[in-house]
Each structure stands twice: as structure tokens, then as C-alpha cells.
């Protein structure tokens, strides 16, 4: 059974492009979370979807940045008009029930902005 | 969910055990307690959870204390693969299910780091 997958492991985006990170969730795993680890910083939650809903955004900024998880296929962080702030690592995680005992995380995304 | 203050770092030596503390005086009766830990360059990594009595699995035990105030992780044997961040998360259970129980709170954790 594969682990969470998640693509590109490195990606590098001048200022104002647009930044996309993908998330495979592991197979039978319907939840998805994804947080972001700021250089120095600890992991901060953003933001926890089911299929098609976003059921939990307090930790999404509220610009620039959006999370789908649609019916088929990956789930999707957007960030629009990347900033440098922006850089850090972004992980994502999935589990099988919303109140499972455990997070199963990817390698994460690390997001470079020029 | 709750707060818990762990040490900055720790240090141990190869095949020795650790013990890593965390306090969470002001936890609640429904919290469980979780430890992740994140190798460097990695996601994190679940390790171990418990509510009241003592817990085992491969990878670590979990000592909770008898007034639930504090818990200790314990690795029997550290190795060098060991060196990482340990998180302790409290999670409560009464929002199982809830919109904000997805979400693990990571404080600063523990670095973990192990001399062969």
C-alpha cells in the first residue's frame, strides 16, 4: 500500500507566479490535511477536506490561497501570486476516518519563491 | 485543544534508552495523548497514543502519569535513526468527528539528537 504522495518534491516560483502542490492520499483514505512548515518554524495546520468539502479552513490564509479535493484525483493547494514569504515546506497528510488516531503525512513539497 | 511544554533538545547515546518529557498540566479528561516525530528533511511520523494506562507498540512506550499531567516517551534502545523532533499533541476526543478535530497542533517539540 503506497504512502502519501505528494508532487513536485521541489518547486521553485518567481514572484507573482502561481504556486500548485498535489497530494495523493493513501488508498481508502478519504480525509486530507495540509500543513505548512515555515523555515525555523514549527508545522502549522491550514486547512482539513473530505471528498469535494473543505470541512476545516481556520488556517488558511485568507488571500492568495485555496484547497480542493475533488470526486477523482489529487488534492490540490493553490498558492496565486506567490510572495517570498510564501517559501517554506508544505506537507500534506491523510487519514481514513475524520477522528482516526493517526495522520499519515507525505515527504512534503518545498516550495522555493524567487 | 490543550497545551504542552516539552524540552527545547535532549541528547542521548546509541543503544541507550531516552526518555522524552511532556507536561499538559491543564489537560482535559477527554484528551489523548499523541507523539509524532519528524526526521530531518521528512513529514512526520506517528509514533504512539494513549489515554490513561501505559501504552507499547514497535517503535516506542508510553508512560502517562497517574494525575495525566505529564507523559513520558521512551525508547528503549535509541538509534541513530532516532534523531528527529518529537512532537506530544493532545488531541480531545469529545470533538471526534467535529470540523476542528482534524487538525494536530505541533508545538516547538523536543530535537532528539543521538551520538553513535
Not at chain 1, 11 to 38: D, F, I, N, T
Request: with cysteine; charged share 20%; glycine share 8%.
Amino acid at each position: 500500500n503506497a504512502g502519501v504522495m505528494q508532487n513536485p518534491r521541489h518547486l521553485v516560483r518567481r514572484r507573482g507566479q502561481e504556486a500548485r502542490l498535489r497530494c495523493s492520499p493513501m488508498k481508502g483514505h478519504s480525509h486530507v490535511y495540509w500543513y505548512r512548515q515555515l523555515p525555523e518554524e514549527g508545522l502549522k495546520f491550514m486547512v482539513y477536506l473530505q471528498k469535494e468539502n473543505i470541512i476545516d479552513e481556520s488556517g488558511m490564509p485568507k488571500e492568495r490561497f485555496s484547497a480542493e479535493f475533488p470526486k477523482e484525483g489529487p488534492s490540490i493547494l493553490r498558492i496565486q501570486q506567490v510572495v517570498r514569504g510564501d517559501s517554506a515546506a508544505y506537507f500534506c497528510a491523510s487519514s481514513p476516518l475524520p477522528g482516526a488516531y493517526e495522520q499519515y503525512f507525505g515527504p512534503g513539497t518545498r516550495l522555493t519563491v524567487t | 485543544d490543550a497545551k504542552t511544554t516539552q524540552p527545547n533538545s535532549m541528547e542521548s547515546n546509541e543503544e541507550e534508552p531516552v526518555h522524552l518529557p511532556c507536561n499538559h498540566s491543564t489537560i482535559s479528561g477527554t484528551d489523548y495523548i499523541h507523539w509524532y516525530r519528524q526526521l530531518p528533511s521528512q513529514g512526520p511520523e506517528y509514533v504512539i497514543h494513549g489515554l490513561t494506562s501505559n501504552v507499547n507498540n514497535r517503535m516506542a512506550s508510553l508512560a502517562i502519569a497517574e494525575d495525566r499531567k505529564s507523559s513520558t516517551l521512551i525508547l528503549h534502545r535509541a538509534t541513530l535513526r532516532d534523531a528527529a523532533v518529537y512532537y506530544c499533541i493532545l488531541r480531545d476526543r469529545s470533538n471526534a468527528g467535529g470540523t476542528s478535530y482534524g487538525k494536530l497542533t505541533f508545538g516547538q517539540g523536543t530535537i532528539l539528537t543521538v551520538h553513535p
